[in-house]
Protein backbone atom coordinates (compact mmCIF):
# COMPACT_ATOMS: atom_id res chain seq x y z
CA UNK A 1 0.00 0.00 0.00
CA UNK A 2 2.82 2.44 0.96
CA UNK A 3 4.76 1.65 -1.77
CA UNK A 4 1.85 2.14 -4.33
CA UNK A 5 1.13 5.19 -2.69
CA UNK A 6 4.96 6.39 -3.13
CA UNK A 7 4.71 5.22 -6.87
CA UNK A 8 1.63 7.31 -7.90
CA UNK A 9 2.37 10.25 -5.54
CA UNK A 10 6.05 10.58 -6.10
CA UNK A 11 5.83 13.93 -8.16
CA UNK A 12 4.43 15.41 -4.79
CA UNK A 13 8.01 14.04 -2.83
CA UNK A 14 10.26 15.11 -5.09
CA UNK A 15 8.49 18.35 -5.49
CA UNK A 16 8.47 18.88 -1.33
CA UNK A 17 11.82 18.27 -1.47
CA UNK A 18 13.05 20.74 -4.15
CA UNK A 19 11.14 23.21 -2.14
CA UNK A 20 12.50 22.45 1.24
CA UNK A 21 15.95 22.39 -0.61
CA UNK A 22 14.91 25.82 -2.08
CA UNK A 23 14.86 27.21 1.00
CA UNK A 24 17.56 26.11 2.91
CA UNK A 25 19.92 26.71 0.74
CA UNK A 26 18.46 30.71 0.79
CA UNK A 27 17.71 30.77 4.48
CA UNK A 28 21.60 29.36 4.67
CA UNK A 29 22.64 32.35 2.48
CA UNK A 30 20.95 35.10 4.39
CA UNK A 31 21.71 33.72 7.60
CA UNK A 32 25.39 34.08 6.57
CA UNK A 33 25.05 38.05 5.63
CA UNK A 34 23.74 38.43 9.19
CA UNK A 35 26.69 37.55 11.25
CA UNK A 36 27.21 39.31 14.37
CA UNK A 37 23.26 40.48 14.12
CA UNK A 38 24.29 42.80 11.17
CA UNK A 39 21.59 43.31 8.90
CA UNK A 40 22.09 45.26 5.97
CA UNK A 41 21.47 45.23 2.13
CA UNK A 42 23.28 45.67 -1.02
CA UNK A 43 20.77 48.50 -2.41
CA UNK A 44 18.96 51.59 -1.10
CA UNK A 45 15.49 49.51 -1.62
CA UNK A 46 16.00 46.76 -0.04
CA UNK A 47 17.35 48.93 2.82
CA UNK A 48 14.64 51.22 2.85
CA UNK A 49 11.87 48.09 2.43
CA UNK A 50 13.22 46.57 5.39
CA UNK A 51 13.73 49.44 7.61
CA UNK A 52 10.13 50.24 6.95
CA UNK A 53 8.66 46.51 7.20
CA UNK A 54 10.56 46.77 10.52
CA UNK A 55 9.04 50.15 11.86
CA UNK A 56 5.60 48.93 10.48
CA UNK A 57 5.73 45.35 12.71
CA UNK A 58 6.75 47.25 15.41
CA UNK A 59 4.95 50.54 15.62
CA UNK A 60 1.97 50.27 12.77
CA UNK A 61 3.54 53.40 10.93
CA UNK A 62 5.46 54.49 7.67
CA UNK A 63 6.66 57.69 8.33
CA UNK A 64 10.09 57.98 10.34
CA UNK A 65 10.14 61.85 11.89
CA UNK A 66 13.29 63.73 11.64
CA UNK A 67 13.02 67.39 13.14
CA UNK A 68 16.41 68.65 12.17
CA UNK A 69 14.73 68.58 8.53
CA UNK A 70 12.44 71.11 9.23
CA UNK A 71 15.37 72.96 9.10
CA UNK A 72 17.43 71.92 6.57
CA UNK A 73 14.99 71.83 3.84
CA UNK A 74 14.23 68.04 4.26
CA UNK A 75 18.09 67.08 3.25
CA UNK A 76 18.22 63.90 6.25
CA UNK A 77 17.62 60.82 3.72
CA UNK A 78 18.73 57.87 2.35
CA UNK A 79 17.97 57.06 -0.83
CA UNK A 80 14.70 55.35 -1.96
CA UNK A 81 13.29 57.58 0.30
CA UNK A 82 11.73 61.10 0.54
CA UNK A 83 11.21 64.09 3.49
CA UNK A 84 8.44 66.17 3.72
CA UNK A 85 8.05 68.68 6.50
CA UNK A 86 10.54 66.54 8.43
CA UNK A 87 8.44 62.92 7.29
CA UNK A 88 10.98 60.38 5.85
CA UNK A 89 8.21 58.49 3.71
CA UNK A 90 9.00 55.22 1.73
CA UNK A 91 9.77 55.40 -1.92
CA UNK A 92 8.50 52.52 -3.53
CA UNK A 93 5.65 50.20 -3.91
CA UNK A 94 4.28 49.33 -0.55
CA UNK A 95 3.08 46.04 -0.77
CA UNK A 96 6.23 44.27 0.55
CA UNK A 97 6.59 46.63 3.15
CA UNK A 98 2.79 45.89 4.64
CA UNK A 99 2.57 41.77 4.06
CA UNK A 100 6.19 41.81 5.52
CA UNK A 101 5.26 44.01 8.02
CA UNK A 102 1.90 42.00 9.03
CA UNK A 103 3.54 38.44 8.99
CA UNK A 104 6.08 40.46 11.26
CA UNK A 105 3.52 41.30 13.78
CA UNK A 106 2.63 38.14 14.20
CA UNK A 107 6.12 35.90 14.19
CA UNK A 108 8.71 38.51 15.13
CA UNK A 109 10.96 41.10 13.52
CA UNK A 110 13.71 38.54 12.83
CA UNK A 111 11.79 36.69 10.19
CA UNK A 112 11.46 38.90 7.74
CA UNK A 113 14.70 38.84 6.00
CA UNK A 114 13.77 34.85 5.30
CA UNK A 115 9.69 35.67 4.36
CA UNK A 116 11.31 36.09 0.69
CA UNK A 117 12.88 31.85 0.69
CA UNK A 118 10.03 30.99 2.33
CA UNK A 119 7.41 32.70 -0.64
CA UNK A 120 9.88 31.70 -3.22
CA UNK A 121 9.52 27.81 -1.75
CA UNK A 122 5.98 27.85 -2.20
CA UNK A 123 6.07 29.33 -5.16
CA UNK A 124 7.82 26.06 -6.29
CA UNK A 125 5.12 25.09 -5.61
CA UNK A 126 2.18 26.50 -7.05
CA UNK A 127 4.72 26.62 -10.39
CA UNK A 128 4.11 23.43 -10.35
CA UNK A 129 0.38 22.98 -9.83
CA UNK A 130 -0.27 25.88 -12.44
CA UNK A 131 2.03 24.24 -15.27
CA UNK A 132 0.61 21.05 -14.32
CA UNK A 133 -2.82 22.13 -15.43
CA UNK A 134 -1.70 23.22 -18.76
CA UNK A 135 1.14 21.29 -19.72
CA UNK A 136 0.88 18.19 -17.67
CA UNK A 137 2.35 16.59 -14.84
CA UNK A 138 6.24 16.05 -16.61
CA UNK A 139 6.61 19.10 -17.81
CA UNK A 140 5.05 20.67 -14.90
CA UNK A 141 7.97 18.41 -12.72
CA UNK A 142 10.49 19.76 -14.99
CA UNK A 143 9.18 23.57 -14.90
CA UNK A 144 9.58 23.35 -11.14
CA UNK A 145 13.33 22.14 -11.26
CA UNK A 146 14.26 25.13 -13.88
CA UNK A 147 12.51 27.51 -11.53
CA UNK A 148 14.46 26.41 -8.09
CA UNK A 149 17.95 26.45 -9.91
CA UNK A 150 17.26 29.54 -12.02
CA UNK A 151 19.65 31.70 -11.13
CA UNK A 152 17.82 35.23 -10.92
CA UNK A 153 15.02 33.28 -8.65
CA UNK A 154 18.19 32.22 -6.02
CA UNK A 155 19.66 35.45 -6.66
CA UNK A 156 16.65 37.95 -5.52
CA UNK A 157 15.40 35.22 -3.10
CA UNK A 158 18.62 35.42 -1.14
CA UNK A 159 18.52 39.15 -1.71
CA UNK A 160 14.99 39.17 -0.04
CA UNK A 161 14.05 42.41 0.37
CA UNK A 162 13.24 43.10 -3.38
CA UNK A 163 9.95 43.09 -4.77
CA UNK A 164 10.28 40.86 -7.22
CA UNK A 165 10.22 37.07 -6.20
CA UNK A 166 7.53 38.48 -3.60
CA UNK A 167 5.23 39.89 -6.39
CA UNK A 168 6.29 36.58 -9.04
CA UNK A 169 4.89 34.15 -6.89
CA UNK A 170 1.60 36.16 -5.82
CA UNK A 171 0.97 36.57 -9.20
CA UNK A 172 1.66 32.93 -10.00
CA UNK A 173 -0.90 31.78 -6.81
CA UNK A 174 -3.20 34.01 -8.20
CA UNK A 175 -3.40 32.54 -11.38
CA UNK A 176 -3.16 29.15 -10.64
CA UNK A 177 -6.77 29.83 -8.87
CA UNK A 178 -8.02 32.07 -11.33
CA UNK A 179 -7.16 28.80 -13.69
CA UNK A 180 -8.88 26.20 -10.85
CA UNK A 181 -12.23 28.43 -10.74
CA UNK A 182 -12.89 27.67 -14.30
CA UNK A 183 -12.45 23.80 -13.79
CA UNK A 184 -15.75 21.74 -14.21
CA UNK A 185 -13.97 18.95 -12.19
CA UNK A 186 -14.73 21.56 -8.73
CA UNK A 187 -18.46 21.72 -7.29
CA UNK A 188 -19.74 25.67 -7.67
CA UNK A 189 -18.69 26.60 -3.95
CA UNK A 190 -15.45 25.22 -4.61
CA UNK A 191 -14.74 27.73 -7.63
CA UNK A 192 -16.21 30.85 -6.19
CA UNK A 193 -13.60 30.01 -3.28
CA UNK A 194 -10.66 30.02 -6.20
CA UNK A 195 -12.00 32.75 -7.59
CA UNK A 196 -12.13 34.90 -4.43
CA UNK A 197 -8.86 33.62 -4.20
CA UNK A 198 -7.60 34.66 -7.09
CA UNK A 199 -8.67 38.12 -6.59
CA UNK A 200 -6.91 37.84 -3.03
CA UNK A 201 -3.38 36.90 -4.77
CA UNK A 202 -3.85 39.03 -7.40
CA UNK A 203 -4.66 42.03 -5.56
CA UNK A 204 -1.30 41.73 -3.09
CA UNK A 205 0.48 40.89 -6.96
CA UNK A 206 -0.24 44.63 -7.58
CA UNK A 207 -0.01 46.42 -4.49
CA UNK A 208 3.81 44.95 -4.29
CA UNK A 209 4.26 45.98 -7.96
CA UNK A 210 1.75 48.73 -9.15
CA UNK A 211 3.93 49.22 -12.13
CA UNK A 212 3.30 45.61 -13.52
CA UNK A 213 -0.65 46.27 -13.58
CA UNK A 214 0.58 47.44 -17.32
CA UNK A 215 0.46 43.91 -18.33
CA UNK A 216 -1.02 42.20 -15.72
CA UNK A 217 -4.50 44.03 -16.79
CA UNK A 218 -4.11 42.76 -20.55
CA UNK A 219 -3.32 39.19 -19.57
CA UNK A 220 -5.85 38.86 -17.32
CA UNK A 221 -8.42 40.02 -20.41
CA UNK A 222 -6.66 37.35 -22.54
CA UNK A 223 -7.39 34.55 -19.93
CA UNK A 224 -11.08 35.88 -19.25
CA UNK A 225 -11.82 36.14 -23.01
CA UNK A 226 -10.55 32.41 -23.37
CA UNK A 227 -13.48 31.45 -20.56
CA UNK A 228 -16.66 33.83 -20.79
CA UNK A 229 -18.75 31.22 -20.33
CA UNK A 230 -16.62 29.27 -17.42
CA UNK A 231 -15.95 32.26 -15.35
CA UNK A 232 -19.65 34.18 -15.40
CA UNK A 233 -20.92 36.69 -13.78
CA UNK A 234 -20.87 35.28 -10.21
CA UNK A 235 -16.66 34.47 -10.00
CA UNK A 236 -15.91 37.85 -12.13
CA UNK A 237 -17.57 39.35 -9.62
CA UNK A 238 -16.62 37.54 -6.96
CA UNK A 239 -12.71 37.97 -8.66
CA UNK A 240 -12.75 41.59 -8.90
CA UNK A 241 -14.17 42.29 -5.27
CA UNK A 242 -11.43 40.72 -3.16
CA UNK A 243 -8.89 41.96 -5.83
CA UNK A 244 -10.06 45.91 -4.20
CA UNK A 245 -10.55 43.89 -0.71
CA UNK A 246 -6.74 43.03 -1.72
CA UNK A 247 -5.59 46.81 -2.94
CA UNK A 248 -7.86 48.77 -0.32
CA UNK A 249 -4.38 48.35 2.38
CA UNK A 250 -2.38 50.39 -0.73
CA UNK A 251 -5.11 52.95 -1.23
CA UNK A 252 -5.07 53.90 3.28
CA UNK A 253 -1.57 53.99 2.83
CA UNK A 254 -1.27 56.02 -0.21
CA UNK A 255 -3.94 58.70 1.16
CA UNK A 256 -1.91 58.84 4.65
CA UNK A 257 1.19 59.12 2.48
CA UNK A 258 0.66 60.88 -0.19
CA UNK A 259 -2.46 62.65 -0.09
CA UNK A 260 -4.20 60.43 -2.78
CA UNK A 261 -4.95 56.92 -3.00
CA UNK A 262 -4.03 56.75 -6.35
CA UNK A 263 -0.73 58.84 -5.83
CA UNK A 264 2.25 56.36 -4.48
CA UNK A 265 5.82 57.14 -3.71
CA UNK A 266 7.07 57.66 -7.22
CA UNK A 267 6.38 61.00 -9.05
CA UNK A 268 6.60 60.20 -12.72
CA UNK A 269 3.95 57.49 -11.99
CA UNK A 270 1.76 60.46 -9.90
CA UNK A 271 2.15 62.38 -13.05
CA UNK A 272 1.97 60.10 -15.54
CA UNK A 273 -1.17 59.03 -13.86
CA UNK A 274 -3.33 62.79 -13.71
CA UNK A 275 -1.73 63.31 -17.16
CA UNK A 276 -3.40 60.37 -18.73
CA UNK A 277 -6.79 61.35 -16.35
CA UNK A 278 -7.11 64.80 -17.71
CA UNK A 279 -6.86 63.59 -21.50
CA UNK A 280 -9.61 60.78 -20.40
CA UNK A 281 -11.78 63.42 -18.78
CA UNK A 282 -11.20 65.39 -22.39
CA UNK A 283 -12.46 62.52 -24.43
CA UNK A 284 -15.35 61.93 -22.71
CA UNK A 285 -16.75 65.65 -22.71
CA UNK A 286 -15.48 65.87 -26.53
CA UNK A 287 -18.26 66.00 -29.31
CA UNK A 288 -18.68 64.37 -32.31
CA UNK A 289 -16.86 67.03 -34.02
CA UNK A 290 -13.46 66.58 -32.31
CA UNK A 291 -14.13 63.55 -30.81
CA UNK A 292 -11.15 62.21 -32.94
CA UNK A 293 -8.41 64.77 -32.52
CA UNK A 294 -9.51 64.23 -29.13
CA UNK A 295 -8.50 60.28 -29.31
CA UNK A 296 -5.30 61.01 -30.99
CA UNK A 297 -4.64 63.39 -28.32
CA UNK A 298 -5.22 61.10 -25.77
CA UNK A 299 -3.60 57.67 -27.04
CA UNK A 300 -0.66 59.96 -27.65
CA UNK A 301 -0.46 61.05 -24.20
CA UNK A 302 -1.16 57.14 -22.83
CA UNK A 303 1.99 56.69 -24.71
CA UNK A 304 4.71 59.28 -23.72
CA UNK A 305 3.97 58.91 -19.83
CA UNK A 306 3.52 55.05 -20.57
CA UNK A 307 7.02 55.50 -21.83
CA UNK A 308 8.34 58.45 -19.75
CA UNK A 309 11.65 57.24 -20.20
CA UNK A 310 11.24 57.24 -23.86
CA UNK A 311 10.64 54.00 -26.10
CA UNK A 312 13.80 52.41 -27.83
CA UNK A 313 12.82 49.59 -29.43
CA UNK A 314 16.38 48.90 -30.74
CA UNK A 315 17.85 49.48 -27.36
CA UNK A 316 15.02 46.89 -25.99
CA UNK A 317 15.92 44.45 -28.05
CA UNK A 318 19.35 45.02 -27.61
CA UNK A 319 18.96 44.87 -23.88
CA UNK A 320 17.00 41.70 -24.25
CA UNK A 321 19.72 39.99 -25.86
CA UNK A 322 22.01 40.73 -23.28
CA UNK A 323 20.06 40.00 -19.99
CA UNK A 324 17.93 36.74 -22.08
CA UNK A 325 19.68 35.42 -24.93
CA UNK A 326 23.65 36.04 -24.06
CA UNK A 327 22.86 35.38 -20.08
CA UNK A 328 20.87 32.40 -20.09
CA UNK A 329 21.31 30.47 -23.26
CA UNK A 330 20.58 27.23 -21.44
CA UNK A 331 17.11 28.72 -20.95
CA UNK A 332 16.53 30.87 -23.90
CA UNK A 333 17.38 28.18 -26.78
CA UNK A 334 15.54 25.26 -25.41
CA UNK A 335 12.31 27.54 -24.84
CA UNK A 336 12.70 28.85 -28.18
CA UNK A 337 12.77 25.63 -29.76
CA UNK A 338 10.10 24.77 -27.41
CA UNK A 339 7.72 27.45 -28.59
CA UNK A 340 8.40 26.07 -32.62
CA UNK A 341 7.83 22.76 -31.65
CA UNK A 342 4.71 24.43 -30.10
CA UNK A 343 3.32 26.28 -32.89
CA UNK A 344 4.30 22.62 -35.34
CA UNK A 345 1.76 20.79 -33.09
CA UNK A 346 -0.46 23.88 -33.46
CA UNK A 347 -3.85 21.41 -34.13
CA UNK A 348 -2.96 18.74 -31.03
CA UNK A 349 -3.25 21.61 -28.06
CA UNK A 350 -6.05 22.84 -25.84
CA UNK A 351 -7.72 26.10 -25.55
CA UNK A 352 -5.43 26.49 -22.35
CA UNK A 353 -2.39 25.92 -24.25
CA UNK A 354 -3.17 28.74 -26.62
CA UNK A 355 -4.36 31.35 -24.10
CA UNK A 356 -0.70 30.40 -22.04
CA UNK A 357 1.48 31.27 -25.60
CA UNK A 358 -0.80 34.21 -26.17
CA UNK A 359 -0.84 35.73 -22.46
CA UNK A 360 3.26 34.65 -22.47
CA UNK A 361 3.96 36.80 -25.74
CA UNK A 362 1.49 39.74 -24.29
CA UNK A 363 3.64 40.18 -20.94
CA UNK A 364 6.83 39.12 -22.94
CA UNK A 365 6.11 42.19 -25.82
CA UNK A 366 5.23 44.83 -22.83
CA UNK A 367 7.69 44.00 -20.98
CA UNK A 368 10.50 43.88 -23.32
CA UNK A 369 9.93 47.29 -24.68
CA UNK A 370 8.59 48.72 -20.97
CA UNK A 371 11.68 48.19 -18.77
CA UNK A 372 13.92 47.82 -22.45
CA UNK A 373 13.66 51.23 -23.10
CA UNK A 374 15.16 52.55 -19.81
CA UNK A 375 18.89 52.77 -18.86
CA UNK A 376 19.81 50.63 -15.84
CA UNK A 377 22.97 51.58 -13.77
CA UNK A 378 23.26 49.82 -10.99
CA UNK A 379 26.80 48.36 -11.54
CA UNK A 380 29.50 50.86 -11.15
CA UNK A 381 30.39 50.14 -14.40
CA UNK A 382 27.47 51.27 -17.08
CA UNK A 383 29.10 48.84 -19.16
CA UNK A 384 28.80 45.50 -17.28
CA UNK A 385 26.16 43.45 -18.13
CA UNK A 386 25.45 41.29 -14.67
CA UNK A 387 22.78 39.35 -12.56
CA UNK A 388 22.44 42.33 -10.64
CA UNK A 389 21.06 45.06 -13.32
CA UNK A 390 17.90 45.50 -13.01
CA UNK A 391 16.32 44.32 -15.99
CA UNK A 392 17.11 40.67 -14.42
CA UNK A 393 14.53 41.31 -11.83
CA UNK A 394 11.78 42.99 -14.04
CA UNK A 395 11.94 40.32 -16.58
CA UNK A 396 11.35 37.36 -14.06
CA UNK A 397 8.23 36.85 -15.30
CA UNK A 398 9.46 36.41 -18.63
CA UNK A 399 12.17 33.46 -17.43
CA UNK A 400 9.41 31.74 -15.73
CA UNK A 401 6.78 32.18 -18.52
CA UNK A 402 9.64 30.60 -20.65
CA UNK A 403 9.70 28.23 -18.72
CA UNK A 404 6.95 25.27 -19.47
CA UNK A 405 8.61 25.43 -23.36
CA UNK A 406 12.02 24.69 -21.99
CA UNK A 407 10.10 21.69 -20.58
CA UNK A 408 8.45 20.86 -24.18
CA UNK A 409 11.61 21.06 -25.79
CA UNK A 410 13.18 18.76 -23.43
CA UNK A 411 10.30 16.15 -22.98
CA UNK A 412 9.77 16.06 -27.18
CA UNK A 413 13.90 15.89 -27.91
CA UNK A 414 13.88 12.81 -25.73
CA UNK A 415 10.93 10.96 -26.74
CA UNK A 416 13.22 9.75 -29.81
CA UNK A 417 14.87 7.40 -27.15
CA UNK A 418 12.16 5.17 -27.24
CA UNK A 419 12.83 3.19 -24.17
CA UNK A 420 10.69 4.70 -21.09
CA UNK A 421 13.95 3.91 -18.84
CA UNK A 422 16.64 6.11 -21.32
CA UNK A 423 13.89 8.55 -21.79
CA UNK A 424 13.96 9.24 -17.36
CA UNK A 425 17.59 9.07 -17.41
CA UNK A 426 18.39 11.25 -20.24
CA UNK A 427 16.00 13.99 -19.17
CA UNK A 428 17.45 13.95 -15.63
CA UNK A 429 20.78 14.42 -16.92
CA UNK A 430 19.63 17.38 -18.82
CA UNK A 431 18.16 18.80 -15.91
CA UNK A 432 20.75 18.27 -13.42
CA UNK A 433 23.63 19.65 -16.15
CA UNK A 434 21.35 22.83 -16.37
CA UNK A 435 20.99 22.64 -12.94
CA UNK A 436 24.37 22.85 -11.87
CA UNK A 437 25.29 25.45 -14.73
CA UNK A 438 22.61 27.77 -12.95
CA UNK A 439 24.14 27.64 -9.32
CA UNK A 440 27.75 27.73 -10.52
CA UNK A 441 26.35 30.91 -12.51
CA UNK A 442 24.25 32.32 -9.26
CA UNK A 443 27.37 31.72 -7.49
CA UNK A 444 30.15 32.93 -9.27
CA UNK A 445 29.80 33.16 -12.60
CA UNK A 446 28.92 37.19 -12.65
CA UNK A 447 30.71 39.90 -11.28
CA UNK A 448 27.72 40.29 -8.89
CA UNK A 449 27.17 36.39 -7.67
CA UNK A 450 26.23 35.76 -4.45
CA UNK A 451 29.94 34.90 -3.60
CA UNK A 452 30.54 38.44 -4.42
CA UNK A 453 27.83 39.46 -2.73
CA UNK A 454 28.97 37.99 0.35
CA UNK A 455 32.73 39.18 -0.08
CA UNK A 456 31.19 42.57 0.07
CA UNK A 457 29.16 42.03 2.80
CA UNK A 458 31.96 41.01 4.31
CA UNK A 459 33.66 44.33 3.61
CA UNK A 460 30.49 46.32 4.36
CA UNK A 461 30.75 45.11 8.18
CA UNK A 462 33.91 46.03 8.74
CA UNK A 463 33.33 49.45 7.38
CA UNK A 464 30.22 49.74 8.98
CA UNK A 465 31.70 48.87 12.62
CA UNK A 466 34.69 51.39 12.51
CA UNK A 467 32.48 53.92 11.27
CA UNK A 468 29.39 53.27 13.95
CA UNK A 469 33.25 54.18 16.67
CA UNK A 470 34.11 56.68 15.44
CA UNK A 471 30.69 58.56 15.02
CA UNK A 472 28.30 59.55 17.64
CA UNK A 473 24.56 58.06 17.90
CA UNK A 474 23.06 61.57 17.11
CA UNK A 475 25.43 62.61 14.11
CA UNK A 476 25.06 63.22 10.37
CA UNK A 477 27.02 61.02 7.56
CA UNK A 478 27.28 62.98 4.34
CA UNK A 479 28.12 60.14 1.89
CA UNK A 480 27.03 58.94 -1.69
CA UNK A 481 27.28 55.09 -1.62
CA UNK A 482 26.91 54.00 1.86
CA UNK A 483 23.80 56.09 2.91
CA UNK A 484 22.13 52.25 2.73
CA UNK A 485 24.93 50.94 5.51
CA UNK A 486 24.57 53.70 7.74
CA UNK A 487 21.02 54.49 7.84
CA UNK A 488 19.00 53.86 9.94
CA UNK A 489 21.49 53.90 13.21
CA UNK A 490 22.82 57.49 11.68
CA UNK A 491 21.20 60.35 9.81
CA UNK A 492 22.49 60.35 6.30
CA UNK A 493 22.43 62.75 3.69
CA UNK A 494 23.19 61.86 -0.05
CA UNK A 495 25.31 64.36 -0.94
CA UNK A 496 29.10 65.86 -1.90
CA UNK A 497 30.41 69.28 -2.47
CA UNK A 498 29.62 70.25 -5.66
CA UNK A 499 26.47 72.03 -4.72
CA UNK A 500 26.69 75.42 -3.01
CA UNK A 501 23.06 75.11 -2.09
CA UNK A 502 24.03 72.24 0.00
CA UNK A 503 26.74 73.56 1.57
CA UNK A 504 24.58 75.85 2.88
CA UNK A 505 22.57 73.47 4.37
CA UNK A 506 25.47 71.73 6.20
CA UNK A 507 26.97 74.80 7.41
CA UNK A 508 23.40 75.67 9.32
CA UNK A 509 23.13 71.53 10.47
CA UNK A 510 26.55 71.95 11.60
CA UNK A 511 25.22 74.80 14.42
CA UNK A 512 23.45 71.48 15.64
CA UNK A 513 24.40 67.91 15.16
CA UNK A 514 28.28 66.27 14.49
CA UNK A 515 28.39 65.79 10.38
CA UNK A 516 30.94 63.62 8.96
CA UNK A 517 31.27 62.93 5.28
CA UNK A 518 32.16 58.97 4.45
CA UNK A 519 33.33 58.80 1.04
CA UNK A 520 36.52 57.89 -1.32
CA UNK A 521 39.78 59.06 0.09
CA UNK A 522 40.57 62.80 -1.30
CA UNK A 523 44.09 63.59 -2.86
CA UNK A 524 45.85 66.17 -0.34
CA UNK A 525 45.25 68.67 -3.31
CA UNK A 526 41.43 67.72 -3.53
CA UNK A 527 41.10 68.31 0.38
CA UNK A 528 43.07 71.48 0.11
CA UNK A 529 40.45 72.85 -2.73
CA UNK A 530 37.66 71.58 -0.45
CA UNK A 531 38.83 73.60 2.29
CA UNK A 532 40.17 76.96 1.16
CA UNK A 533 37.48 77.41 -1.91
CA UNK A 534 34.90 75.52 -1.82
CA UNK A 535 33.91 75.19 2.11
CA UNK A 536 35.61 78.31 3.69
CA UNK A 537 32.90 80.75 2.11
CA UNK A 538 30.35 78.79 4.80
CA UNK A 539 32.52 79.27 7.02
CA UNK A 540 33.47 74.73 7.10
CA UNK A 541 36.34 72.64 6.84
CA UNK A 542 37.09 69.24 6.31
CA UNK A 543 39.35 66.93 8.59
CA UNK A 544 40.70 63.89 8.39
CA UNK A 545 39.01 61.26 11.21
CA UNK A 546 40.49 57.84 10.23
CA UNK A 547 41.57 56.10 6.49
CA UNK A 548 39.04 52.92 7.22
CA UNK A 549 40.59 50.95 4.40
CA UNK A 550 42.23 51.23 1.03
CA UNK A 551 39.43 53.03 -0.84
CA UNK A 552 37.33 55.30 1.80
CA UNK A 553 37.77 57.69 4.48
CA UNK A 554 36.07 59.42 7.42
CA UNK A 555 35.92 63.02 7.71
CA UNK A 556 34.47 65.12 9.99
CA UNK A 557 32.63 68.89 8.87
CA UNK A 558 33.58 71.27 11.70
CA UNK A 559 33.63 75.01 11.80
CA UNK A 560 36.07 77.04 11.06
CA UNK A 561 36.25 78.61 14.25
CA UNK A 562 36.65 74.80 15.90
CA UNK A 563 39.80 74.92 14.20
CA UNK A 564 41.21 78.28 15.89
Known amino acids: MVIKL???????????????????????????????????????????????????????????????????????????????????????????????????????????????????????????????????????????FLLAFFPVYIYYSSRSMFHNVLFTDLLVVGLYYAISAVDKKNNVLKNNIYSSLAGIFTGLAIITRTSEALWILPVFLVLWVFNIKKFGITKLVLFLSFLFLAIMPMFYWNQILYDSPLSGGYPEMNSALKNIAA????????????????????????????????????????????YFVKMFPLLFWPAAFGVILFMFHATKWKKANWAYLISFAVLSLILVFYYGSWD???????????????????????????????????????????????????????????????????????????????????????????????????????????????????????????????????????DYLPIYYYNFTLPANDLEYLNDRRLKDFGLRLKIVEKINNDFTLYKLIKAVDVL
Not at 27 to 48: M, Q, R, V
Not at 294 to 321: A, H, I, M, P
Request: no cysteine; aromatic share 18%; charged share 20%.
Open 6 to 144: ITKYWHYSVLAALAVLFFAGSFFYIYLTEKNNFIKWGSPDETANYTFTKLYSEEGTLKIYEKYNLIVNDIIHPRSTQSEFGKIKPVSFLGIILIYGTLAKIFSFKIIPYLTPIFAGIGIVYFYFLIKKIFGKTNALMSA
Open 279 to 322: ESVQVISANSDNLGQETKSYLREVKNNLFYFGFQEFKSLESFNN
Open 376 to 510: FHDNPDPASITIGNSYTRYWLPIYLGAIPFAGLFIIKITKILKNKYIIFFSRALIILYISFSSINFVLAGSEEGLTYSLEKNNQDRIQYNEVMKLTEDNSVIITYYHDKLFFPERKVIVGLFDDNFMIYEYAILA
